[in-house]
């Protein structure tokens, strides 16, 4: 699996198994980094709100494998909604990862964490991030650039403006908590969909009806979950700084029946804790 790419809509190559790093700190990450590279991954996802960028360029760094085999992503903090801000936060980025360039930007959410409840959509905010995105694009600080927590309006708001189309939309998606309807819009519009906490931030692990068709392929209920993602045609981030989590975690060379992706996706939703509920309870970041 580590081993396998998407390619995204601008022809750019992804692999389709990524390190998330979110609430990994920026020095426990470095090493995180270096043992997810000499296990085999090739993908690191991380954020400026996670606050460990240099930390991820510190490992990439260190890890021993050329800058042009990995692909790294990090994402526009969701507070940034002017174009002036966002050229500068993109700047920022670069320098604390010490890159010339990164594979992967995206704006992190359509709202500020603090106001994601809130009835103000920030149309003309997200359109100024973007377009400063399209020119770092196009001046070749990035390879690619998108989308996460969007929404079909905020993705129509984009799309009804953009000179270059965002390849990806992040999203939480997991068992149990499955966007169908965003996620075939996405798709539809050219953008490979991430899954983020693809484990329900480990909340799925305590599901009996989960363990139960898991052990049925004698496999964990978070290879199982990660499967379950990559069978929708969809990227999973699994967060972990457990090496031997890295490596199990991409052990998923099985294949989940209909009947189980079936049963899978109705499962009853999990309560937890996502991005949006738990950016503004910690503060912004």
């Known amino acids: ?113 603090a106001e994601f409840s809130g009835p103000d959509p920030y149309f003309d905010g997200n359109r100024e991030a973007w377009r400063a995105l399209e020119e770092a694009y196009t001046a070749g600080k990035l390879r690619a650039i998108g989308l996460s927590n969007f929404e079909q309006a905020d993705i129509d708001n984009i799309l009804g403006s953009c000179s270059v189309k965002p390849v990806v939309n992040q999203i939480l998606a997991h068992i149990s908590n499955t966007p169908t309807e965003l996620i075939h819009y996405s798709q539809e519009n050219g953008m490979l969909v991430e899954a983020y906490s693809p484990i329900g931030h480990g909340e799925l692990l305590k599901n009996k009806s989960i363990t139960a068709i898991a052990q049925n392929y004698g496999v964990s209920v978070a290879q199982l979950s990660i499967r379950y993602c990559l069978q929708l045609g969809l990227l999973p981030l699994p967060k972990t700084a457990n090496p031997e989590h890295m490596k199990t975690n991409a052990e998923v060379a099985f294949v989940i029946s209909e009947e189980d992706m079936e049963r899978l996706s109705n499962i009853e939703q999990i309560e937890h804790y996502g991005e949006a509920s738990i950016f503004p309870v910690f503060g912004r970041k």
């Open 1 to 113: 699996m580590l081993n396998e790419t998407y390619t995204l809509s601008n022809g750019v190559e992804i692999p389709k198994l990524g390190l998330g790093t979110w609430f990994i700190t920026n020095e426990a990450v470095v090493q995180a980094v270096k043992d997810a590279v000499q296990i085999g991954y090739r993908h690191i996802d991380t954020a400026q709100a996670y606050q460990n960028e240099s930390g991820v360029g510190e490992g990439i760094r260190a890890c021993g494998v050329n800058r042009e085999e990995l692909f790294v992503t990090t994402k526009l903090a969701a507070e940034v909604k002017s174009y002036k801000e966002a050229v500068a936060s993109i700047d920022g980025s670069l320098h604390r990862l010490g890159l010339e360039y990164i594979d992967l930007m995206i704006i992190h959410s359509p709202k500020p964490w």
